[in-house]
């Protein structure tokens, strides 16, 4: 099966999950408030299969997997008979129409909780936080912070694994500073430092934010031994092999990878001798790498090598697992992490200190959907849980044509004594859309500029 294909259908997959769990939140409760529900669909267009329940409620999975919805009784939309006016939503008391609108949001952050409490009691591979190396000049330099040192919190949130303080920190994105735990390896004593983030810039699309930051994790590090060689590139057309060593290339001794890199990247269609290491003898051999144009209009050279990795360092590799109860705590802990995350993104965005052209779209969901699943259940539960929180959030926001703009719609009849008038809401849905619609077009742009 090709990866786009693969992709699409990892996408329908999770989008169905996720858009039926936000619209039976609206169906549940609406039912429980006595509202009749006239149709329950996932997707829209044309109706690939329908049915109706006892209640009278047509059900349909639609031909464009891109939504759904849920149409209840309304008599601002259906002629109602008197006999059942009270099965209208509109009938219904503010609170029970607030409950109902709120139910969808509520219902995602309640799928999320159970991906990640599925996914700990399955258990999650997962990696200790431990530095191995600090980049001179670097913020984590300035700050004091050295090898050998695990992060274990980030402003007073405390952290075990690689993943959450990643999470913490992005978090941080846009502040002047940051205070940062470190446990000595050897010695297990604690003590904290102080990040000057003033002038610090991350761009997810190039660099990690520990990268960023200046440090280097113990993670497997790229040898200089040769792993793969692609089919018609420089390396191959030189002679150079699997298993050949880098050793040197013109007059430099290679210790790294990152010399290799370094040195190849600077030196497009420029004739290089590069000695290797082959069957216990050194030979040399003369390449030109190939160039290759940036996404920033630069060129680059290219080899056409992969290397071979080290192993994982000893106790920096490890399971996450918990019994059932302690993995609610986690899956609790871990769905309020995302969702606070979720909207200081969003603030962010508003302020400026986190660009549009990070948004992501369609296409960039599609290849996370199939990256995840190719990988595992367990990475594809964590997956499923990061796109529920951000669909609740999203929908809790307050533009007219969302959930969240529905609710502020409706606290401000609590506020007034009466409902906003139709014509205010048909303005406010209309501005909502021009939102909604100009951010949908920055993120599928910005996923088309990405492939």
């Known amino acids: 099966m090709s990866g786009a294909i693969w992709n699409l259908l990892s996408f329908i997959v999770a989008l169905g999950v996720l858009i039926t769990v936000h619209e039976f939140g609206h169906f549940w409760v609406a039912r429980k408030n006595g509202v009749l529900v006239k149709r329950f669909s996932i997707g829209f267009g044309k109706a690939l299969l329908r049915w109706r329940d006892k209640q009278g409620t047509e059900f349909v999975i639609a031909a464009i997997p891109l939504g759904g919805y849920v149409r209840m009784l309304d008599e601002r939309v259906d002629p109602v008979l008197p006999q059942f006016k009270d099965l209208a939503f509109n009938h219904k008391t503010v609170w029970q129409r607030m409950a109902i609108i709120a139910a969808g949001p509520a219902a995602n952050f309640i799928f999320a909780v159970f991906a990640l409490w599925l996914m700990y009691m399955l258990g999650v591979q997962t990696m200790r936080p431990i530095i191995a190396s600090i980049e001179p000049q670097s913020i984590a330099a300035q700050a004091g912070m050295t090898a050998q040192q695990q992060i274990v919190s980030v402003n007073q949130h405390s952290a075990t694994d690689a993943g959450s303080v990643n999470l913490l920190l992005v978090e941080q994105i846009g502040s002047e500073s940051i205070t940062v735990g470190l446990k000595d390896v050897a010695t297990l004593q604690e003590h904290s430092v102080i990040l000057d983030t003033r002038n610090w810039r991350f761009d997810p699309e190039k660099q990690s934010v520990f990268s960023s930051l200046g440090l280097n994790l113990a993670r497997p590090q790229a040898l200089t031994e040769i792993a ?53 003898a050194e030979i040399e051999l003369q390449v030109t790498p190939g160039r290759v144009e940036t996404e920033d209009g630069f060129s680059q050279g290219m080899l056409g090598v992969s290397p071979k990795v080290s192993e994982w360092p000893d106790g920096v590799l490890y399971t996450q697992r918990y019994g059932v109860f302690d993995a609610i705590g986690a899956g609790l802990a871990h769905t309020w992490q995302l969702t606070r995350l979720s909207f200081s993104m969003i603030g962010k965005l508003v302020t400026g200190d986190v660009s549009v052209k990070h948004l992501s779209g369609p296409i960039s969901i599609a290849q996370g959907a199939g990256t995840t699943a190719s990988i595992g259940l367990v990475a594809f539960l964590s997956f499923l849980a990061l796109i529920s929180v951000n669909l609740a959030v999203i929908n809790l926001l307050p533009l007219p044509v969302l959930d969240g703009g529905h609710l502020m719609y409706m606290l401000l009849e609590l506020m007034r004594g009466k409902p906003v008038s139709e014509k205010t809401q048909e303005i406010g849905f209309r501005f909502g859309a021009l939102i909604l619609l100009t951010l949908m077009g920055i993120a599928l742009l910005n996923d088309i500029s990405r492939l």
């Open 228 to 280: 793969a060689v692609a089919p018609d590139s420089a390396a191959e057309q030189a002679g150079i092999r699997v298993d050949d060593k880098i050793v040197r290339i013109d007059d430099e001794l290679i210790d790294n990878w990152t010399q290799i890199q370094t040195i190849v990247s600077n030196s497009p269609e420029q004739l290089l001798n590069i000695g290797l290491l082959r069957d216990g």
